[in-house]
């Protein structure tokens, strides 16, 4: 008598089985996974972005509309890059980049990239941790290289993140 007649359970049914307990025990994690926190879910092992100086533009919250604190700028080193795909090679950028517009709107930020330099990579974080591209602003009169206008849809938000490189 053989092993399946005795137990009535077929070899090629015994590894389906196992491959169905094996994948619900795989899922489990890969279902926590995307349930992270978006801090949780950051990567540290983003690479360097070759040449490029990096900024980091905060501000505090506004509270019923009003800013509190204008946008300031601080270096970006690679523990602080939540939305861009590349860390920077130095952290010195805000030598390079400057706020354009009012400080204290919390709903936009228009930052001008200085001669002989130009964006490579920039994303404000929204409120819901989603991260947006920039768009072009076109200057008038100025002394930028580019300008580019950052902002998650007309809501308040207070951190952008940008890499900029020679313009060559």
């Known amino acids: 008598m053989g092993d399946a007649e005795k137990t009535g359970i077929e070899r090629r049914a015994l590894i389906k089985g196992a491959a169905v307990v094996g994948g619900a025990v795989w899922a489990v994690p890969v279902v926590q996974t995307l349930d992270m926190p978006v801090a949780a879910a950051v990567s540290p ?6 040449g490029s100086s990096g900024a980091l533009f905060t501000n505090a919250a506004a509270v019923a509309g009003v800013a509190l604190n204008p946008w300031t700028c601080s270096p970006l080193t690679a523990g602080d890059v939540r ?6 090679e130095t952290s010195d950028g805000c030598s390079h980049v400057f706020v354009n517009s009012n400080p204290s709107d ?21 409120p819901d941790g989603s991260c947006t591209m920039p768009t072009p602003f076109i200057p008038v009169g100025s002394v930028c290289n580019e300008q580019w206008l950052f902002s998650c849809g007309g809501g308040n938000f207070n951190h952008v993140e940008v890499l900029v490189v020679p313009d060559v």
């Open 106 to 126: 919390h709903t936009q930020l228009v930052l001008c990239i200085a001669v002989g330099w130009k964006l490579q990579q920039g994303r404000a974080r929204c």
């Open 83 to 88: 939305c861009l795909d590349h860390t920077p």
């Open 45 to 50: 092992n983003r690479p360097v972005l070759p």
